[in-house]
């Protein structure tokens, strides 16, 4: 792993998603096989593969403070193009630095993470008038889990921390995006956990080698997608979790 500390330019930026994004790191640890973020490289010139290079911005707690004063409030993404609790996060805390400046301005913040390590900030979360915390859950196997996600946290460990989050009354998500295959047992084990669950397809072609690596092709067909949707509506209804499909 190839880590650098960096001074950058701007860290809140225009959010396709939200309004505001903040990454307080370029590149991601998790090393996710399918991970759309790797279109950063384009932009930044990294030559290593995607999940072998991190850059820390150690100054973007600083330029936040400076930023936040001079824009509109809007709802902030914390990350969208790395995870924002990485395990770098536990050395520079540069997320959670971040996350004090916003708390101070109380503009609204939707954390995206796949790691445990976000309960470290818990105390900080509760200081939020308009905080929510989404986990990323693509499958429900750590078979899958491993071809796709190798270094990230086990799916277990993020569905535990969601029921603590919420058990803290902190708005909580799940996000089954890219789904994977192996879903419908997350219906149950999410049930009671989260305040929605937001389903996508697997809409990028980085892990088309791994699909056919490990015999799993028929999971980007249109048939697995329409079969995924049907099952998923039905389970989710039945256990009257609220959902959304993204596609």
């Not at 991190?54 to 600083?62: F, G, L, Q, T």
């Not at 914390?78 to 770098?88: E, I, K, M, N, R």
């Not at 270094?151 to 058990?167: A, D, H, M």
């Amino acid at each position: 792993m190839i880590v650098n500390e960096i001074s950058a330019k701007t860290v809140l930026s225009k959010s396709r998603v939200f309004d505001y994004a903040v990454n307080p790191y370029v590149g991601c640890e998790h090393k996710c096989t399918y991970c759309y973020a790797r279109f950063i490289k384009r932009f930044t010139g990294h030559k290593e593969a995607w999940g072998d290079f991190v850059d820390v911005k150690i100054n973007a707690p600083e330029l936040l403070e400076r930023e936040i004063q001079r824009k509109k409030v809007g709802r902030v993404w914390v990350s969208g193009v790395c995870d924002p609790y990485q395990p770098l996060e536990k050395r520079y805390g540069l997320t959670k630095q971040c996350l004090k400046i916003l708390s101070t301005f109380q503009w609204p913040v939707t954390i995206q993470t796949k790691s445990p390590l976000v309960l470290r900030d818990l105390p900080l979360l509760k200081t939020f008038n308009d905080i929510e915390v989404g986990f990323t859950v693509t499958t429900s196997e750590e078979r899958i889990r491993r071809i796709f996600e190798p270094c990230t946290p086990p799916i277990e460990e993020r569905i535990r921390t969601l029921g603590e989050l919420k058990y803290h009354n902190i708005r909580t998500f799940a996000m089954i995006a890219p789904m994977l295959p192996e879903p419908e047992p997350l219906v149950l084990r999410l049930k009671g956990k989260v305040d929605r669950v937001l389903i996508d397809r697997m809409n990028y072609h980085y892990a088309d080698s791994q699909y056919k690596l490990y015999g799993l092709q028929h999971a980007l067909t249109e048939v697995f997608f329409s079969e995924k949707k049907n099952t998923l509506s039905h389970a989710f209804s039945r256990e009257n979790v609220p959902f959304q499909f993204l596609y």
